[in-house]
């Protein structure tokens, strides 16, 4: 235990170093929102991997493999991966284009500044999305820490809760979109080697045994499943096109010309983890009934603890708190992120804030990381949902507001700011519609799936019989479908 303790006291160390260093590179609000623009492919595309994968990765997804089998887990991580391709190819170049030339950092300005909205209506509501949605966001990751430090250490969950949400805030405090991005690329690249290393040794641990698989869960293999569940778990993908935390690395990314080098390691990436992570599931299910795993059986079991009660049985103690790290990254990856878009849009989409000088709104955006990291402190302290559940809700909301408009806004120059009004309004409120009043017995009805489409039908509808942005504003979308045409792999 005293290993542990060193191990992750070492790791939380080297996060706060980073905030440090990267505070001392951070001289005005635009550096802590999105670093100047000085990230290159590599470390845009690992942060914007681990940012997405979250505690999702290395809790919800093997657990939900754990307990149901390969269907779940497979048809998910397919459409996620065709999503985050389909993100990287058709959005990424052409708003980070877009972006610089109309010189906006945050998702909502770029949305304002695109459909010609000097009302700031568009800015409003956008912001309002981000921040009802992002709370609850930042909240399922808290929840992971919680996970991670009471398996760990037979701490209470409430303290976990609070020493995830203390470590999350102080290097974001620190150092803003530097720190959050250099950290998430030790995070990303810390993720990967705790699944290979923890698929590795299972695999080992039970090899020729797979019968145990199947006798302690006859469906473990199954991938059949109805039309409605198939297509809702696929439609997890369309949640790539609307996540702000993702699209703000698209934004901040160097150069047009480093995206598709970007595409190719980020893709590459987040293949190899979600195939090791729903094979952690199913070997988890065999190892369990062998060697039966604390905290996986019983009333009390929870099945997102199958890659730590894994890690703490394989792994030696010498080794085994550097890789727990790797959950305690995967919480912070995602947080920090959301924190950072959260008070990105308190500082620069808030008319009174964003007329402030530099100076006072990069504190302002300190302050704010601490101010929303409470909030969902708060969330998290007193809910009793699944951190798949969570995400699952949260990141619906986003696909479905935001997908639509940010795909329509780069592709076609004929969408309107009456039909990204339209669309976005359609897309959150289908999400609630949906997740509260409608339920298909016996199936996966997935709210994006209803929300994403019908937003997408709406914005084009509208776009079609209200007035088009001005031609200055066209002019700019002309000008970037230019620039990314200059880059073959963009263009194609």
Known sequence: MIL???Q?????????????ISMNKTRNNRDFIIGGRTLGPFTSAISAGASDMSSWLLLGLPGSVFAGGLKEGVWISLGLLIGAYANWLIVAGRLRSMTGRYGTVTLPSFISKRFDDKLGILKVVSTIVILFFFTLYVASGLKGGTL???????????LGLIVTTAVVVSYTFLGGYLAVCWTDLIQGLLMLGALIFCALLAYFAIRGQGSQI?????NAFQFKTSWISGLSLLAWGFGYFGQPHILARFIGIRDVKDVPAARRIGVTWMGVCLVLATVIGIIGIGYNSIHPLPGLNGEAANSERIFLALTSALFHPLFGGFVLAAVLAA?????DSQLLVLTSSLTEDIPFIASQSGKKKAMISRFGVVGFALLAFLIAYNDSG?????VGYAWGGFGASFGPIIVLSVLWKGTSKWGALAGMIVGAGTIFVVKNFI???????YELLPGFILAFIVTVLVSLITPKPSSEVLEVFEQSKHEVKKVPLLSK
């Not at 199947?214 to 006859?218: C, D, Q, R």
């Open 4 to 6: 542990y303790y060193l």
């Open 386 to 390: 699944s951190i798949l559940g969570m």
């Open 214 to 218: 199947l006798a302690a869960s006859p």
């Open 331 to 335: 919480v912070m990856s995602t947080a």
């Open 8 to 20: 992750f006291g070492l790791y939380l160390l080297l996060m706060l170093v980073i905030g440090y």
């Open 439 to 445: 339920n298909i017995p016996g199936e996966y009805f």
């Open 148 to 158: 991670l430090f009471s398996h760990t250490f037979n701490a209470s969950e409430h």
